[in-house]
């Protein structure tokens, strides 16, 4: 049975190609804002880092009512370090909403999430968004898409897909690009005719597949998924088993039900067949799972997430300015922090070490691990993480296999040189070069997955800030050999103590210093950037000493130049392999793994051995 008052759809895309602020607009058009209702832009990027950088991290559920018909809306994350996050939700609807840049057309991720809903055999409605850019050329990008759609053996039906031309900023949407349209009514219209209703039996046992997983203080884990046969009901006795998990069967009983309505949820008594459903009151409710009736226990089939390919470790700070900022320093608490992130994300992997200190925590990209490193900061933990590495594994001759990315990166015609021969050293393949107009050009490379750790900053310096760069994984391939991740070497505090002027002034022709006056400073300490590959020691507490005919007031007339300060993913892609990323509420402090320079001359002495 078909049930035709609901289409449930995901909104899929590139990151930065307009989504959430869509997603924002057809929130607008369909009523759920009152008219003198003051609305934030990108409303649905609710997170604060979310807001900060402009980026979807977490998929969000809304649902708006259009025709008299409720059509759930999924608004997914566009970075490929999110996609777990798509993979899973994908399973909760019946059609996506591929959205497209008029300008810069199919990229990385656009390729990535289009895969993932064909392979589920779901309809697709292509948006062509920001048709209002100068630069617009969206006829060109509607033979990529289908180019795309070929690429990836998309069936006739599929190929056979309706195209809106839209400006999502403008709130316009159209079925001809040369007629901008007055208001989204051909999207709405397009989702109704071509995205199919949820099909079901309403009669049969009750399954829901587990999709996403919310929390809330006071109620705990809210469990998000579509009620795919029969009906579920408040008081309802129900049994938990899971396709990955044969052993998983524990009876519940569901004491809240929700449905979606605009950005809220409401309490409901029962939902049936299409709905999408939060469930509150299970404590021991995951990712994968299925509800279901107790008389027949079936679990539905559930999308096998990507593997993570990055790995950091997570341990207590130990350093000499340990425990002075953070609220959360000890490793229960990092333990517990690190173990709660399971429950909402799919893509993360966290392993227990021989050290009961420290933690091995994999991701799918630093993105993914440096979004989960603010958050902690801002929660108050204070502890220390290690550079970056990828994950190897071996194939059955015993070779080691290392991830590799396909890198896309449009550039100024001017810096492409740079950007190649950068590239080239970090073990990349140059796969195509072309002009994409506006006197930029776009590279297309393979290169390994650990060639681009540290590789951002760098890029930011080669291309004037200029420059866009998009990766997504591409497969496990033979390792490349060895890459040498930083030319420079490291400033290091000899003595603990305060900064002074004047060592900071005698210590600042060495390189770029990361400290200015007045902060505190531990031997060991990474202060700045040597314009030499070595590393060396400085003392930038030293003082100068006072004769008679001197005064101490004659430190004024010193000049400093500013202190680089680093941001959080600068400063995991400065540290080396041998350093270590200090993080509390209100510092990043690099440091060196072993603090005592002699220990860590002989250490250095031993492994060059």
């Known amino acids: 049975m078909k049930r035709e008052d609901i289409r449930n759809i995901a909104i899929i895309a590139h990151v930065d190609h307009g989504k959430t602020t869509l997603v924002d607009e057809l929130l607008k058009q369909s009523g759920v804002f ?15 880092i979310e807001r900060e950088r402009g980026i979807t991290i977490l998929s969000k559920n809304t649902a708006i009512t259009y025709k008299d018909t409720k059509i759930n809306i999924i608004d997914t994350p566009g970075h490929a370090d999110f996609g777990g996050e798509v993979e899973r939700v994908l399973k909760m609807v019946n059609g996506v909403v591929l959205v497209v840049d008029a300008f810069e057309g199919a990229m990385p991720q656009t ?18 968004n920001k048709i209002d850019r100068p630069e617009a050329r969206p006829n060109e990008v509607v033979d990529e898409v289908l180019e795309l759609f070929i690429d990836l053996d998309a069936n006739e039906e599929q190929l056979d897909c ?76 129900v049994v938990i088993v899971n396709a990955h998990d044969k052993d998983k069967c524990s009876k519940v009983k ?16 029962e939902a049936t067949i299409g709905s999408i459903v939060a469930i509150s009151g299970i404590t021991d409710i995951h990712i994968g799972d299925t509800l279901c009736s107790p008389e027949n226990p ?12 990055i790995s950091m470790d997570f341990m207590v700070n130990d350093s000499p300015l340990a425990g002075q900022e953070g609220k959360f320093v000890t490793s229960r608490h990092i333990r517990e922090r690190l173990f709660s992130e399971l429950n909402s994300d799919v893509s993360l992997r966290v392993e227990e070490t021989e050290n009961t200190d420290s933690f091995k925590v994999s991701g799918r990209g630093e993105l ?4 989960l490193i603010e958050n902690m900061r801002r929660e108050g933990y204070e502890f220390a993480v290690s550079k970056a590495e990828v994950l190897y594994k071996t194939d059955e001759r015993n070779h080691k296999l290392e991830p590799m990315e396909r890198a896309f ?24 070069m072309g002009s994409i107009g506006g006197g930029f050009t776009r590279l297309e490379f393979l290169i390994p997955s650990r060639g681009l750790i540290g590789y951002r900053g760098e890029f930011l310096t080669d291309t004037k800030g200029n420059g866009v760069i998009n990766t997504v994984f591409e497969e496990y391939a033979p390792y490349k050999g060895d890459i040498a991740y930083r030319k420079q070497g490291s400033l290091i505090a000899f003595e603990s103590g305060e900064t002074v002027t004047y060592g900071l002034f005698n210590a600042q022709d060495r390189g770029t210093l990361f400290v200015g006056p007045g902060q505190k400073v531990y031997a060991g300490m990474v202060i700045g950037q040597n314009g030499k590959a070595e590393d060396i020691e400085l003392n930038v507490c030293k003082t100068k000493h006072l004769t008679n005919t001197r005064s101490s007031s004659a430190d004024d007339a010193l000049k400093l130049v500013p202190p680089k300060v680093l941001s959080l993913e600068e400063a995991l892609e400065f ?9 509390t509420p209100k510092n990043l402090r690099i440091r060196k793994k072993i603090l005592d320079p002699t220990l860590r001359f002989r250490s250095k002495k031993n492994a060059g051995k």
């Open 298 to 309: 079936v679990a539905i089939p559930f999308q096998k997430i990507s593997e993570p390919t």
């Open 368 to 371: 993914h691990l440096s979004v």
């Open 162 to 237: 309706p195209f809106i031309f839209a400006s999502a900023r403008e709130g316009i949407s159209s079925y001809n690009s040369e007629e901008p349209g007055t208001d989204m009514t051909p999207l709405f219209d397009t989702i109704l005719d071509y995205i199919p209703a949820p099909e079901g039996d309403p009669e049969a046992a009750t399954q829901v597949l587990i999709s996403t997983i919310d929390y809330n203080e006071y109620v705990g884990r809210i469990g998000i998924g579509k009620v795919d046969n029969g009906t579920i009901k408040v008081n309802q006795d």
């Open 111 to 128: 390729k990535f999430v289009l895969k993932k809903a064909l392979e589920l055999e779901l309809p697709v409605v292509v948006c062509i």
């Open 254 to 269: 569901i004491s809240k039900l929700y449905e979606f309505d605009g950005l809220k949820k409401t309490e409901v008594q």
């Open 575 to 583: 540290i080396d392999t041998d350093e270590l990323l200090e993080i």
């Open 34 to 48: 009152r008219s003198n209702q003051e609305v934030a832009e990108r409303v649905m990027d609710s997170g604060d």
């Open 409 to 432: 990166i449009d550039v100024p015609e001017e810096f492409a040189g740079n950007v190649i021969e950068n590239l080239s050293n970090r073990k990349g393949e140059l796969q195509g």
